[in-house]
């Protein structure tokens, strides 16, 4: 991540990230959707469209955009989009295996880990970032205000819905969100080191 801020990253390696982050969200956002299918009421509903909003609307467009411009830059293709790869088919299988088999509630907890991290890392990168065309709106994006009221939302959403749970659906509500954030750090792995199934990567090599 620092080497985001200081503009040192490898444009191969942000294009990887961006190629798959592009598979990764229709079904961040499919998860959405599905939770927002298992609402009792039209709050959650409301909940659920607000972030499936966000992402269709604001994230995918901005990602596409960011992939053009890193292309620009020279990155080498690697097979990012050549399928999704095996942190990334973990990744979002559970996400939406979540939301199929449980509720809305559930799938808040699934989900949050992913916004909320990049909101916390990216707010403590501002600080540090260098000018960069691709990488230091990147960090902006992710570290404003606005996507930080976004995920507090978010945040605010799922603790009301939370209540005074059970030791059974607090246990699991926990179980849920810890997957969810170690899913995501090996998607951050996934990416730094452009890991892909092996007939890929032989088609793709890095030399």
């Not at 801020?5 to 990887?16: C, E, H, I, V, Y």
């Not at 609402?39 to 959650?44: K, P, Q």
């Not at 411009?69 to 990744?91: F, H, S």
Request: net charge negative; glycine share 6%.
């Amino acid at each position: 991540m620092r080497e985001l801020a200081s503009g040192t990253l490898p444009p191969d390696k942000f294009r990887f990230y961006i190629e798959q982050n592009l598979q990764y969200l229709p079904e961040y956002a499919r998860a959405m959707a599905l939770g927002a299918s298992r609402a009792e009421d039209l709050e959650t509903m409301r909940a659920f469209a607000a972030d499936l909003q966000s992402v269709v609307s604001t994230e995918i467009p901005e990602n596409k955009e960011l992939l053009r411009r890193v292309c620009e830059l020279g990155a080498r293709d690697l097979g990012g989009a050549d399928g999704m790869t095996p942190a990334n088919v973990a990744y979002t299988g559970f996400l939406v295996g979540t939301a199929a088999r449980f509720g809305p509630l559930e799938t808040m907890a699934s989900i949050l880990p992913c916004a909320w991290s990049y909101g916390e890392i990216a707010a403590r990168l501002v600080p540090e970032v260098q000018e960069h065309p691709v990488y230091a709106e990147w960090i902006r994006f992710f570290g404003s205000p606005d996507y930080g009221a976004i995920v507090e939302q978010m945040r605010r959403d799922f603790e009301l819905r939370v209540g005074d749970p059970s030791e059974e659906s607090l246990e699991r509500l926990a179980r849920l969100f810890v997957t969810s954030a170690r899913l995501e750090r090996a998607f951050w792995d996934m990416a730094y080191g452009l890991e892909h199934w092996p007939d890929v990567r032989a088609r793709h090599p890095l030399d």
